[in-house]
């Protein structure tokens, strides 16, 4: 009965390089959310995700930031030419795809993004 | 969405029950309110939600006054283990591509710290 399953949990890289964060959501849910909570502050809502479809991204940055679901594998959030500012916990969260979208999120563990 | 308020800090002894108050005086009629608590280091753990009727289940119990523009979670039984930040939420319902779906804005919510 597995959670929602992140990886890597830290990852480092420098200024200019790409960073990929996966995320696998709970077994039979197939809506996912992508949070990033900055040093000292909350967790800020980027993007919603059904399977092969982007539903809503109102709050991921225009520019070097993009995520997936495909039909088949974990839901992927790309981070192109990293920049210090990038630095933060990125949070996967799921849930059930059902009639009630009072369906609570469930989240995994995070990965901590740090840029040299 | 509906903001919601929470005390900065709170201190319980451990084995007392912890009541966490929250203020949410402009939340709609169809929005839910959402507990979550954040261990550090760890992703947000969902506690419970509700819409207007008291809930209860293996980890807390959620009362929500007949106005709606309040709530208090309660932890029965405080252990060292609950110490954490806990949020309140209240999730405003969305429509798009289709489906219905929340995102979740969290505040900075209350440290709980339990002693011994």
């Known amino acids: 009965n597995a959670g929602v399953m992140q990886n890597p949990r830290h990852l480092v890289r420098r200024r200019g390089q790409e960073a990929r964060l996966r995320c696998s959501p709970m077994k039979g849910h197939s809506h996912v959310y992508w949070y990033r909570q900055l040093p000292e502050e909350g967790l800020k809502f980027m993007v919603y995700l059904q399977k092969e479809n982007i539903i809503d991204e109102s709050g991921m940055p225009k520019e070097r930031f993009s995520a997936e679901f495909p039909k088949e594998g974990p839901s992927i959030l790309r981070i192109q030419q990293v920049v210090r500012g990038d630095s933060a916990a990125y949070f996967c969260a799921s849930s059930y795809f059902g009639r009630d979208s009072n369906q609570p999120q469930h989240f995994g563990d995070g990965t901590r993004l740090s840029i040299l | 969405d509906a903001k919601t308020t929470q005390p900065p800090s709170m201190d319980c002894a451990e084995g007392r029950a912890a009541n966490l108050p929250c203020n949410h005086s402009t939340i709609s009629g169809n929005e839910y309110v959402y507990w979550y608590r954040q261990i550090h280091s760890q992703g947000p753990q969902y506690i419970i939600h509700?819409?207007?009727n008291n809930e209860t289940n293996e980890m807390a119990s959620l009362i929500i006054t007949e106005d709606r523009k309040s709530s208090t979670l309660i932890l029965p039984h405080a252990t060292l283990r609950d110490t954490a930040v806990y949020y309140c939420?209240?999730?405003?319902?969305?429509?798009?591509?289709?489906?219905?779906?929340?995102?979740?804005?969290f505040g900075q919510g209350t440290i709980l710290t339990v002693h011994p």
């Open positions: 939420i209240v999730r405003a319902i969305l429509n798009a591509g289709g489906t219905s779906y929340g995102k979740l804005t």
């Open positions: 509700g819409l207007k």
